[in-house]
Nanobody
Framework: QVQLVESGGGLVQAGGSLRLSCAAS????????MGWFRQAPGKERDFVAA????????YYANSVKGRFTISRDNAKNTVYLQMNSLKPEDTAVYYC?????????????????WGQGTQVTVSS
């Protein structure tokens, strides 16, 4: 079973930047479409961004479009989420997810592997 491990979260001021990383435990990340989700306290887990297996397409939630960038390096078995112009409303636990069966997954049920999450806190 492939395991996903997120890193790069932390505390940042509004307007700042963070880069999240998601590393896979096996050299098979290229078989999966990948995505990032986030969950704030008391709220549902929301889609943030997704990238296809070959990185030829990316998808974003409207709330992060133009500020966040998802990318992947299949040779390093790692997916990234570059977050710029962060806002307090971006505060949440961010989860990396992998989808074996879908090409451009944007719903939680389309993902079959999840990381443990990394906390991102944006102060005003």
């Amino acid at each position: 079973q492939v395991q996903l491990v997120e890193s790069g979260g932390g505390l940042v001021q509004a307007g700042g930047s963070l880069r999240l990383s998601c590393a896979a435990s096996e050299r098979t990340l290229g078989r999966y479409a990948m995505g990032w989700f986030r969950q704030a306290p008391g709220k549902e887990r929301d889609f943030v961004a997704a990238i296809t297996r070959s990185a030829d397409s990316t998808y974003y939630a409207n709330s992060v479009k133009g500020r966040f960038t998802i990318s992947r390096d299949n040779a390093k078995n790692t997916v990234y989420l570059q977050m710029n112009s962060l806002k307090p409303e971006d505060t949440a636990v961010y989860y990396c997810a992998a989808s074996y069966y879908y090409d451009s997954p944007r719903a939680t049920y389309e993902y079959n592997l999840w990381g443990q999450g990394t906390q991102v806190t944006v102060s005003s």
